[in-house]
Nanobody
Framework: QVQLVESGGGLVQAGGSLKLSCTAS????????LGWFRQAPGKEREFVAA????????RYADSVKGRFSISRGNVKNTVVLQMNSLKAEDTAVYYC????????????????????WGQGTQVTVSS
């Protein structure tokens, strides 16, 4: 199994920044892609960004392009989501998820691509 733990959520004003981290442990050799998703109250979980475990390829949802950046962290087995120019509509619980196949093709948007999920961290953007 793979365990994923998110951190870094909180309350920020619109236009501000937050950095989320996801740390993986356990059978990390089976991780080939790591994605961030978010879920706002009353809405479906939606894709935010993904990165191959090697760090070589990334993909973003159109709604966050140019504002969010996903990267491998300096700490081993960590992926960071840097969120800038935050908007009220970015308010959600953010989840990281890992998947056993490589590549950032179109199915990175699908939750079914991922087999392990973290517990989530709340991000609240006040307007």
């Amino acid at each position: 199994q793979v365990q994923l733990v998110e951190s870094g959520g909180g309350l920020v004003q619109a236009g501000g920044s937050l950095k989320l981290s996801c740390t993986a442990s356990g059978r990390t050799f089976s991780v080939y892609i790591l994605g961030w998703f978010r879920q706002a109250p009353g809405k479906e979980r939606e894709f935010v960004a993904a990165i191959t475990w090697s760090g070589g390829s990334t993909r973003y949802a159109d709604s966050v392009k140019g504002r969010f950046s996903i990267s491998r962290g300096n700490v081993k087995n960590t992926v960071v989501l840097q969120m800038n120019s935050l908007k009220a509509e970015d308010t959600a619980v953010y989840y990281c998820a890992s998947g056993p196949t490589a590549g950032v093709n179109s199915d990175v948007y699908r939750t079914s691509r991922y087999d392990y999920w973290g517990q989530g961290t709340q991000v609240t953007v006040s307007s």
